[in-house]
């Protein structure tokens, strides 16, 4: 393909000029599938035993071909491989830039023709869609043969509306048409790709969801299990303490203002010591390399211990997470919390919320840390894993519950989750907990049955961004005497990432990121494309560069977003290729570069994206590819952005800003400001407007959440 409109490479046929070929362990950087092989069509995935699994893992891209390979006739060995899936999670690369067939549709019958004429591209390309029918089976299967204990039996028949409510006939492979993800039902707005497993429905994009507890359970749509059950962390005390050393810009956080609005704030703390911890949790926070506190935790943690609400909003790699963490895990303690037993119906005092799996998973990481040694048990639950397991982890005991919104409310529905005894709710990300997609279920988690009142609890949200809309509706949440902490200007990016913005048209993008990352070699790289289908399509052009790449979205299963993290963050592979799913709070040590191939709807979106470098006094660079055809609108809240930040603004950006200005960046529909005060002070003076992109529907972005 030679040039990139997607929409024509997505619904116009075409023969592409990118044959992929791969070839088994060359150009492999892992076992796990995630990186791509060029290579002839070998079909060694379909052998039996672990060398085929092996060999799975890792030919990613012929994962599609082999499921179509199994519906035809393998089901036994369905299971093991695609659980494996290859980086393309059967989804086939390179059906969408190598095939001459759409990404979504397509004729099922093809797969044989296509196979058997050995056709590497039409057959791992049409496999998707032959197999998709047959590997929902096979996932069923799969559950079932785990599933011998009431929990898993419990979870009963999951959501499938992809498969047969989706808004598209499910024979045309709605979505990606994806045989892997058998799971995903109905909803991305692409007409049943994202399924009710993933716990969200992405009606409108990403904006609109539902939970299994709103129907998808009980309804008439039958559907396999979702069987995944994550490993369990590593339980030794070097695993649990792991961390990365803060960088040379670490102490120059003390020179950022903070501005603490509210009444009768309690005074800042400068050390740990003054925090008054107790002696395990002053333990457990030198054993994590903790010696100084960041600002963000020299406010936090004393107005948290002195039992006040809280709006916290300081910049992204600052610590926040400690921030929240800390104070509450020493409240816990101080109240003389009991250990924690096996029942039915546990009751949390604390229940601390993010919007992605992978965010609440490294959450539940940190919380356990500072949790070591005390009864305080942490449980961590979140969506495209098994519900009996999220089950069987609360019903042993569970003081702290971190959770998606979507598994969250299906436990509580289940009740397996009491709330009449959470003194803390924690909303991370906290913007985006309470924008149009997850704000509804934020309202009726708060007014679920046994949930205190705000004025019974404590509530503290956090995030590196707050436009003013949001603080407003955070009202609803927050006591009316909350204290707000803004650590430097809200919404502001991070000073430690140097900022580069590039005029690149779509017809020269690929080219121009091949550049950049042959520039960069082995230098850990985020990529962030717009959706998820380019995520896949990006992702598999980079190795047939020949780069290592892996990739993470909200369209692959979850065993495959949580490999190719893993991936990722041991250095395999270096180039992780995602959507916005992997924006926010995501703290991977040694990413060096954050690339934006598609800049994001909104500012805060790239606030939190490039956020994903230059952490904990770190350094980070971020490269990001400005389309006058398409992203005049964030111009000048980009060009505010870089000011603040002291970057060098490109005269050319400066030009697009001043011809598309609108006072107030009102008349924007999509460039989204923030906030530079406490909305309670009155409008803020600088960068605001009435309009927050956070409740409007993104057009673009088309990720789903949970
Ligand atoms: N006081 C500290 N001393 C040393 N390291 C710290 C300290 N506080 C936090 N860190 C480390 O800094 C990193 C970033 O922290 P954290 O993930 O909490 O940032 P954040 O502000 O929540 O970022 P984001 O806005 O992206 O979610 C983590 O690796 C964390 O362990």
């Known amino acids: 393909m030679g040039d990139e409109d997607w929409e024509a490479e997505i619904t116009k046929p075409h023969v592409s000029s990118y044959v992929p070929v791969f070839e088994k362990d060359k150009y492999s950087s892992g076992a796990n599938g995630d990186t791509f092989n060029r290579t002839s069509a070998s079909s060694s995935e379909m052998e039996d035993g672990p060398s085929r699994k092996d060999h799975f893992m890792r030919s990613g891209f012929a994962s599609g071909r082999s499921l179509g390979n199994r519906d035809a006739g393998q089901s036994n060995k369905r299971e093991n491989t695609s659980i494996m899936g290859g980086f393309g999670s059967g989804k086939s690369f390179g059906n969408r830039g190598f095939s001459n067939n759409k990404f979504e549709e397509g004729d099922s019958s093809g797969f044989w023709k296509g196979h058997q004429d050995g056709n590497d591209s039409e057959a791992s390309g049409l496999s998707r869609r032959g197999g998709r029918g047959s590997f929902r089976g096979c996932r069923g299967g799969f559950g079932l043969g785990r599933s011998n204990n009431e929990y898993d039996q419990d979870e009963g028949v999951q959501r499938t509306s992809g498969l047969f409510g989706s808004r598209r006939p499910a024979v045309s492979g709605a979505g990606h048409g994806d045989s892997y993800q058998c799971r995903s039902g109905s909803g991305s707005g692409r007409g049943g790709y994202k399924g009710l497993n993933e716990e969200v429905i992405t009606g409108s994009g990403k904006n609109s969801w539902k939970s299994e507890a709103e129907g998808g359970e009980s309804g008439d749509i039958q559907g396999p299990k979702v069987t995944y059950i994550p490993p369990p962390p590593p339980e030794d005390e070097d695993s649990i303490f792991a961390h990365y050393q803060t960088g040379i810009n670490f102490d120059k956080y003390d020179t950022i203002l ?71 895990l020493a409240h816990l303690m101080r109240d003389g919390i009991t250990a924690s037993r096996f029942k039915e119906l546990q009751e949390p005092e604390c229940i601390i919320v993010a919007p992605t799996r992978e965010l609440i998973n490294q959450i539940y990481l940190e919380a356990r840390k500072f949790s070591f040694g005390t009864c305080v048990r942490a449980v961590v639950i979140y969506g495209g894993t098994q519900l009996g397991h999220s089950i069987r982890q609360i019903v042993q005991g569970c003081n702290v519950l971190c959770a998606t919104p979507g598994r969250l409310m299906d436990i509580i529905g289940k009740e397996k989750i009491g709330l009449k005894q959470v003194k803390y709710l924690v909303l991370d990300e906290a913007d985006r907990m309470l924008d149009m997609g997850f704000g509804p279920e934020m309202k009726k988690l708060i007014s679920c049955p046994g949930m205190p009142s705000k004025e019974q609890r404590q509530t503290l949200l956090f995030s590196a961004t707050f ?17 707000f902490v803004a650590v430097g200007q809200v919404g502001g990016a991070c000073r430690d990432v140097q900022q580069t913005v590039l005029q690149v048209g779509q017809y020269s993008k690929r080219e121009k990121l091949v550049e950049i990352l042959r520039s960069i070699g082995d230098e850990r790289t985020m990529v962030f494309v717009e959706t998820k289908k380019k995520a896949d399509f990006i992702a598999t052009f980079l190795c047939q560069e020949k780069i290592s790449t892996t990739s993470i979205h909200g369209d692959r299963e979850q065993r495959e977003r949580e490999q190719a993290l893993g991936d990722f963050r041991c250095g395999k592979c270096p180039v992780l290729v995602a959507t916005s799913v992997a924006a926010r709070g995501l703290d991977i040590e040694n990413v060096q570069h954050v690339i934006n191939f598609d800049l994001p709807s909104t500012i805060d979106e790239y606030v939190h994206r490039i956020g994903r470098t230059g952490r904990c006094g770190n350094t980070g660079r971020a490269i990001s590819f400005f389309d006058p055809e398409s992203d005049n609108h964030l111009a000048q809240p980009l060009v505010k952005v870089l000011t603040d930040a002291q970057q060098d603004v490109p005269a050319w950006l400066e030009e697009i800003a001043f011809s598309t200005y609108v006072p107030g960046f009102s008349g924007s529909t999509r460039g989204n400001v923030f906030a530079s005060v406490d909305t309670r002070k009155g409008k803020s003076t600088l960068n605001t407007a009435s309009f927050s992109s956070s409740q409007t529907p993104n057009p673009v972005d088309d990720e789903s959440w949970d």
């Open 467 to 483: 436009p003013e809309e949001i603080q407003r509706l955070a009202g609803e949440f927050l006591k009316t005497n909350y204290l």
């Open 258 to 328: 903070v501005e603490v609005s509210g009444h009768d704030a309690p005074p800042a703390i400068l050390t740990f010591e003054e925090a008054n911890l107790c002696q395990t949790l002053n333990n457990n926070i030198a054993k994590a390399g903790y010696t100084k506190l960041t600002p963000v935790q020299k406010y936090s943690i004393p107005i948290i211990l002195a039992g006040r609400d809280l709006m916290a909003c300081a910049q992204t790699g600052s610590g926040k997470t400690a921030a929240f963490l800390l104070p509450i």
